[in-house]
Antibody, heavy 122, light 115 residues
């Protein structure tokens, strides 16, 4: 059974940093692209970032470029999101998400974690 | 970026009746080299993460009831629930994964309720 478990969320002041982790199990982690998708309170879904299965290529939505860094450790089946220079508008539930098909980046998401809440406030 | 526009924002349908959700993309998400539309539909129930219903606009995921159907091509897509059940109350999102380089975008969501 595929499981994605996020951790690292919490309350942080504007301008602060936070590192999210996503521990994956139940499938061959190194074969699939992984993504972060966020959802602000009461709002819709917003894609944040994706990393290719090999880790060689990363992609970001414009609003987080230069501030967030996605990475993965295939030996530990874990993905990360380093978030710096956080803003109030980054407040959201952050979901860890798995791509549907091996080796491909441009795929839908077939598994989601339960999410971790990041609150940016003074 | 490709903008995805869903309509309506919400709809209330009687049990057993049809629900129709529309999704329009600002540019075509049809890739002619493989004849596929890079369009997915998700269902999100309160307090839960989204669940993938359809990929390639109309390919139903395993376990999704056949009262759900996806259709459309190019820029215009539809998710239909042929006979609404109580457990279908949720917010539904379309998503394009066509963009290259990779930059998927979601529609704003459509909330489905029981009338």
């Amino acid at each position: 059974e595929v499981q994605l478990l996020e951790s690292g969320g919490g309350l942080v002041q504007p301008g602060g940093s936070l590192r999210l982790s996503c521990a994956a199990s139940g499938y061959t982690f190194s074969s699939y692209a992984m993504s972060w998708v966020r959802q602000a309170p009461g709002k819709g879904l917003e894609w944040v970032s994706t990393i290719r299965n090999s880790g060689d290529n990363t992609y970001y939505t414009d609003s987080v470029k230069g501030r967030f860094t996605i990475s993965r450790d295939n030996s530990q089946s874990t993905m990360y999101l380093q978030m710096n220079s956080l803003r109030a508008e980054d407040t959201a539930v952050y979901y860890c998400a798995k791509g549907s098909w091996e080796q491909l980046v441009r795929t839908p998401i077939d598994y989601w974690g339960q999410g971790t809440l990041v609150t940016v406030s003074s | 970026d490709i903008v995805m526009t869903q309509s309506p924002d919400s709809l209330a349908v009687s049990l057993g009746e049809r629900a129709t959700i529309n999704c329009k993309s600002s540019q075509s998400v049809f890739y002619s080299s493989n004849n596929k539309n890079y369009l997915a539909w998700y269902q999100q129930k309160p307090g839960q993460p989204p669940k993938l219903l359809f990929s390639w606009a109309s390919t139903r995921e395993s376990g999704v009831p056949d009262r759900f159907s996806g259709s459309g091509s190019g820029t215009d897509f539809t998710l239909t629930i042929s006979s609404l059940q109580a457990e279908d109350v949720a917010v539904y999102y379309c998503q394009q994964y066509y963009s290259n380089p990779h930059a998927p975008t979601f529609g704003g969501g459509t909330k489905v309720e029981i009338k």
